[in-house]
């Protein structure tokens, strides 16, 4: 337990709000606990910069504990950092050597612009979702919940779609900044239940057309946001998405 | 004023659908005109928010995070409960709301108690209609898993991610509805008072976090789902934005706030690991199905542990003290987490604590590991290994976990009655952030259970008993006197905070009394501690309107503003925890005074004087005033809790 | 439907369509130049050129073809226009994600596949158009073979051929697989066989018209 800290200088993004211009600033931090988290590293900084009466640095977070996909940051090259398989939140200092630059930047998207430092806005998200993410269902009158057994294999393939927390990291990660795994989680989870097939064409139809009109760019299937996204969820979701597409546009 | 719970007459298991088949309706042309105003979007806000649509009511919804899906029930990991009986186990509507009374240690309202278990059905099927990706048996049907405080199995689960699963369902519905035009919501948007009309709730002052603007909303009634306030204690498992701002802003305009003290201290937290820490991470109690909890027998043997001179696995079996098997036989390591956690307690306090601060015990799974295989435990908690690994950088499947109680869940809240109306017409209370359902304990998976079953299924039918009375009033203006008056308030509170210009991060303050929370208002309470408590914190509170410091203005993005609003509450909330903890002057679920145990060391009720919901009136600077709901159990046989 | 040409999903389609044309089509080139290495003075070479330039149905699969290169490049210039405006600001620190590495360099691969496709045609198509006169060595604009070998025995073309071969080779290596994902087929069996097939393609395709020109110079 008795590790030593690093020394770390950080380069920061920092803009005062979305229309201001914007431009990196360098920070020392000194005796970070190898085993505190990345956002508990810069709560530090920030407490550092408070002290000495600065605006502390801003950056989306919340839950801390990798599931309410509000956290963020481009750290040196990828989101959420150098670990896999996780958030911002979850990323530990361990992960860093004593010395290290670390550059932190905000999600850069058309789509998600910045609202202030480190803090950008995602509710394109949202209005895909609101174009069709669900299922029409009112609330009361529906059947019971045992009524449609389902195939614990497409139970459990829709429960790895579902696990989507929204983040954005597919997003960030992507060289053409597409949200095609966003869009593709949301259809496969609705697409592989029968509750969900029912309006699966208009579903589709409807996100991805919403998608487009966001400012998203559009898949070349590198396969970035696989590699980042931090619930690990598949491309072959992606291909899953444009197949329903393709087949309700032609169907 | 005298608190009226307006529950129905008749018996317990016909309360419900009396009521719903006596109540007031609004016809649907007058929904139209009639707004109601959702404050928080987790799994009672959401669910709320989108069945208010969906009737044709005109809905505003407000959160503080970016989007309504972040909202803190996102981070339950369990499950749900449901009196569905599908294992055949023997499971029934009355069999829940039993387990419910008894977890909560007789201090919930039976016939709110019983609502909730008769609705749970519908939120299994309304959630499955929904595409929630619940887990499933090979035969396609729907699995579950047992729970602490049941004897069966009744928990309904997503993997590690019910409450994920659940909101991103209510989500999803509340979307249609924001879509469909119904719903308008307001992210990154907090509310910071009520505004009250004649004495009825019309509507809410907020603050725009992007641009600063405050902003006025009329609504011909308020709903708060603005959960739970459990941040008190600065390292809790709630989320960093998670806070009890919105229930003391109706407390302050004369909703009773009840029973403060009641927190839950769950068992199952990665111990505290460092000054730095920010928050508490919880591994869902679903562990303690095939995890077992132990210490060494022998002192001796905990030291050498802290020192890192042995390590778990060389720990003998038979040296190994299995304390909630050895006291609890009946339940094991499934006792409810009130007693879970202070029998850890108890073990550390008397020295055979584990990790480096002494204050962590096991949770070892190498039996279940054994008996069923490590596929079958990665299958059922591979996530929630993973994330302990992450975390701690020790791999569960090879060494016991460690783990310690952390603050989790308030089942304090906003007083609310039967219709889930405060003492303030029209301002409604929902989920976590009102007191109703788990009196002095929760029971694990009843969280969900309560939030989705008061926004589905309970207050879009007891609101229209309010709001059919309302058809006649018009949208009000909000350049109302009283709008302009509360803003204008409000506006004060914020210069008045900016203008402090002191020298210490909020923060810092936050972390103060986190501390005295945790060393005084916390597992063991005592009346020495709980006096020397309300000092502290007054002092502390003085000081931080001295002294803290906020940078920047109102007008731009500023969380450090938002935080110094949500502490200044706080210190608020943390005083009148411990006045209640002190008033109340016996041990019953998460309130443990430790002049009042067993000779065992269980808790030790007092029923025939603190048999009561205490609701706290504010007075101003004065001291708040209690008042009793007294509870009655017609249909219960009050006992004292046994899980032996 | 108009979406499906419009949407971004669809502009993805057609490319991958009109790309698989063109892997098709590559797949017969090939087979034609690869008749210049029976050693038979061209005779074979000079009969799959007679077939290629006068059967009627070869005639009109080259209007298709010519579509599938015009679609193909037109929806990679306005989809890639398009990628760029998606990320006006784009990040200080390089992209270290683990991906396709060749997927991240398509248009640049694209554009130097366009300028090989360019000096090809100034050297053959255009010539059998009449629009380039016919080079020294050859009898008349339909003797291709004579192009070919005056071509390919200067060895700094011939270099240049084969390296424009290599970008071809890593063009197609994402290409193959990738048009089959944005037509949606992905298989848990039957990707990895796409895969394999895919990777195989474009090694053997591109380094079977590299031969000839190395054939050609070293050992003919």
Redesign the interface.
Known sequence: ?ESKGLNLTL?I?RQ??AKAKGK?VTYEVKNI?P???F???L??LN?TL??K????V?F???????????CSL?I????HG??S??TTC?L?M?KFKDGDTI?I?PW????FPV??DL?V???A??KI????????????G?????A?????EN??L??DA??C??CGACVA?C????A?LFVSAKVS??AL?P??KIEAKERV?AM??R??EL??????????CE??CPKEIK??N??????????S??G | MSLNSKIPSGPLEQKWSYYKSHQNLVNPANKRKLDVIVVGTGLAGASAAASLGELGFNVKVFCYQDSPRRAHSIAAQGGINAAKNYPNDGDSVYRLFYDTIKGGDYRAREANVYRLAEVSGNIIDQCVAQGVPFAREYGGLLDNRSFGGAQVSRTFYARGQTGQQLLLGAYSALSRQIEKGTVKMYNRTEMLDVVLVDGKARGIITRNLVTGAIERHFGHAVVLATGGYGNVFFLSTNAMGSNGSAAMQAYRRGAYFANPCFAQIHPTCIPVHGDYQSKLTLMSESLRNDGRIWVPKDKTVSEKLRKGLMKPTDVKEEDRDYYLERRYPAFGNLVPRDVASRAAKERCDAGYGVGATGLAVYLDFSTAIQRLGKHVIEERYGNLFQMYEKIVDENPYETPMMIYPAIHYTMGGIWVDYELMTTIPGLYAIGEANFSDHGANRLGASALMQGLADGYFILPYTIQNYLAGEIRTPRMSTDAAEFVKTEAEVKERIKKIINIKGKHSVDSFHKRLGHIMWEYVGMGRTRESLTKAIELIVALRAEYWKEVYVPGTNDEFNPELEKALRVADFLELGEMMARDALNREESCGGHFREEYQTEDGEALRNDDKFMYASAWEYKGDAAPEMHKEPLNYEFIEVKQRNYK | MSNLVNSSIGKKLMMGLAGLFLCAFLLVHLGINLLILLNDGGEAYRMGVEFMTTNILIKIMEIFLFGGFLLHIVYAIYVQVQNWFARPIRYAKTNHSQTSFFSKYMIHTGVIIGIFLVLHFINFYFVKLGIVAVPEGAEGKHDFYNMVLNLFKNPVYSWIYVVFMIGLAFHLNHAFQSAFQTLGWNHKKYTPIINFVGTAYSIVVPAGFAIIPIYVLYIM
Not at chain 1, 60 to 70: A, K, N, Q, T, V
Not at chain 1, 76 to 79: A, D, T
Request: proline fraction near 2%; aromatic fraction near 6%; charge should be negative.
């Open positions: 337990m380069k993004w005062e709000n990196f606990s085993d505190c988290s956002l508990e590293m709560d530090q407490e408070v002290e009466f600065e605006m502390p801003c989306d977070h919340d839950c801390r504990e990798g599931i309410c996909g509000m481009y040196n090259g990828r989101p150098n670990d398989g996780v979850q530990h361990r550059y930047e850069r998207a058309k789509a609202i202030r803090v806005d995602r509710s998200f949202d979702i609101q174009a069709g993410g669900y299922v029409s269902v009112n609330t009361g529906v059947p019971d919940a045992n449609i057994a389902i195939r614990k139970a459990d829709a429960m579902a696990q927390i929204g990660a060289k053409n900044a597409s095609m989870h609705l239940l509750q969900g139809e991805v057309s998608m487009d400012g998203f760019g559009n898949c070349s299937n590198t396969g970035a590699a980042e491309i072959t992606i291909a899953r998405l444009n197949r329903e597409y393709i087949c546009k032609l």
